[in-house]
């Protein structure tokens, strides 16, 4: 996985990462090296030793990067301002396999955003996967869940992975199409 445009890193503290294709958790300890190959959305795919691993962007001082900005809503947001924030949000999601984000690749079927009792929101995400036997699926939601979450006046977010109808190349955007090389 390493390429030319890779960046070599040496991990500044333990971190949690997440082992691609799998998506089972370990712990890699403070001193190893090795390359950052995508840094997209504000997590990291880093190959170390043979091995590929996702490091998602609350984590980035451990690779001696500047966190993400924090997604801001102004004061008087309605439920608009909200869903665009939310979808801002998904956009920043990314398969550490497929540098290309689950909204351009039409992994997000629907997105639904509600009021609640105690005035703040409420978001519901139904999304799929390129395949049912995806080992990132578990990855992706909580990726998304992470990223959402940030929003200020959220209370509930949930992510649900959907196979009905099944995803087929044909629902990627043509920006998706064009970083894939099927445009």
């Given at each position: ?16 990462a ?10 890699l ?123 200020p ?31």
């Amino acid at each position: 996985m390493y390429n030319l445009n890779s960046e070599p890193f040496k991990l500044e503290r333990d971190v949690e990462a997440i082992i691609v294709p799998s998506g089972q958790s370990m712990n890699l300890p403070a001193g190893t090296v090795g390359y950052i190959t995508q840094s997209l959305g504000g997590s990291y795919t880093v190959f170390i030793d043979g091995s590929m691993f996702m490091i998602l962007g609350h984590n980035a001082d451990a690779l001696g990067k500047e966190p993400s900005a924090l997604p801001e809503l102004k004061e008087n947001a309605n439920l608009n301002d909200v869903e665009e924030a939310v979808w801002k949000q998904l956009g920043n999601v990314y398969d550490p396999e497929i540098p290309v984000s689950i909204v351009e690749l039409g992994l997000v079927y629907e997105c639904k955003v509600s009021k609640n009792e105690s005035d703040n929101y409420d978001v519901n995400i139904t999304m799929t996967l390129t395949a049912p036997g995806c080992g990132m699926g578990d990855v992706l939601v909580t990726d998304a869940q992470t990223k959402i979450k940030l929003i200020p006046n959220l209370d509930k977010v949930a992510c649900e992975i959907v196979f009905d109808p099944p995803w087929t190349q044909d629902m990627m955007s043509d920006v998706a199409k064009l970083e894939t090389g099927m445009l």
